[in-house]
DNA sequence: ACCTGAACACCGTTCAAGT
DNA sequence: ACCTGAACACCGTTCAAGT
């Protein structure tokens, strides 16, 4: 009992640090957001983060995997709804974790870890768009450039502040561009 | 003569930090230039960079100034080249500022004077692209959504990793499917 | 006007020690 | 196994002082 219950502390502990992690990083972004400030907001020592993570890369790692699990749950529970709602959610949830695709970007040239993340992360979405295509009708032969032009406008969308009318702008004429 | 002399060293004094600082900053990144090692390398001591400069993003500033210049040039250069060579130069310009651009994004939600940069670079090359589309004989109407997703792409290009040949093939497909 | 040495507050991380 | 206090090296920046 007395076993299963220090367990059970323990997965609550981590989960804790987490979380709060996630609120400042989306909140604050990761420059902003020092080890002292999650320990102190987690209630617990500096240090003691470094018991659980290798470092503060490997925090904002758990953290984006969060993000991206719920993420890939927002998105995917439209499947049946058009390519361009689908792509309008994925911005929209993207956009609600701040700076932190950013944040992501600059972190890649200083831990190989982040790069490593990233990497993956970018094939799987790649992949994904790709099958999109393919299910939307387009040739085989092309539908890994299209894919690749798609994921980039999405990203220039994100990386730059665009009001909801703008961007339903650019994401239609982006799909009547590659449909057409 | 004396004066004029003296007045002659402050400028290359000041040439001087921006030249090393321009070297440091496209081979190490942000990050990993200190403001003391800009300082060594200048062989001056740490604190004489601010009395040239307000801060580091200002001499962030200074050295975009300068890479910007230098790219633009060369891309004026290929006035009479088709735009598919243009933009090529233009990709291979901006990647010879290694991580440069990328460091700009990430400092844009730190910095005012940074982010007021990014915003002005930013709506001028969206000029100038807009121009190359009409120019090309796109229809005025779709020109500046047409501009907007080239942009992306090639920030897309430039933030991740492509051999000329990937991106030869990707800048094509794009350029096809705006003007096709 | 131009430059410096010394200091400040903050950062990520480590280490020896405690339970 | 889990957590801490104290320290380390480094950072951008400031200040008082020198010429």
Redesign the pocket.
């Known amino acids: 009992m007395a076993r299963n219950k220090?367990h059970v502390e323990?997965k609550i502990?981590k989960e804790e640090i987490e979380l709060v992690a996630m609120q400042l990083l989306k909140e604050q972004g990761y420059d902003n957001?020092?080890?002292?400030?999650i320990a102190k907001a987690a209630g617990?020592?500096?240090?003691?983060i470094?018991?659980?993570y290798e470092?503060?890369?490997d925090v904002l790692i758990a953290v984006l995997n969060r993000v991206v699990a719920q993420a890939m749950v927002a998105v995917l529970a439209l499947q049946n709804e058009p390519l361009k709602e689908r792509v309008l959610k994925l911005i929209e949830q993207v956009e609600s974790a701040g700076s932190l695709m950013t944040d992501v970007h600059s972190r890649v040239s200083h831990s190989n870890t982040v790069k490593e993340w990233h990497d993956r992360f970018h094939s799987m979405v790649e992949q994904l768009s790709i099958s999109e295509m393919i299910r939307a009708g387009l040739d085989k032969s092309e539908a890994a450039l299209d894919a690749k032009m798609l994921i980039y406008v999405i990203e220039g969308l994100l990386a730059h502040p665009h009001d909801l009318a703008e961007r339903d702008l650019i994401v239609s004429q982006a799909l009547k561009r590659i449909f057409n």
Do not use: E, F, I
């Open positions: 220090r323990q502990k957001t020092s080890m002292a400030k617990v020592a500096p240090n003691t470094y018991w659980y470092n503060k890369d």
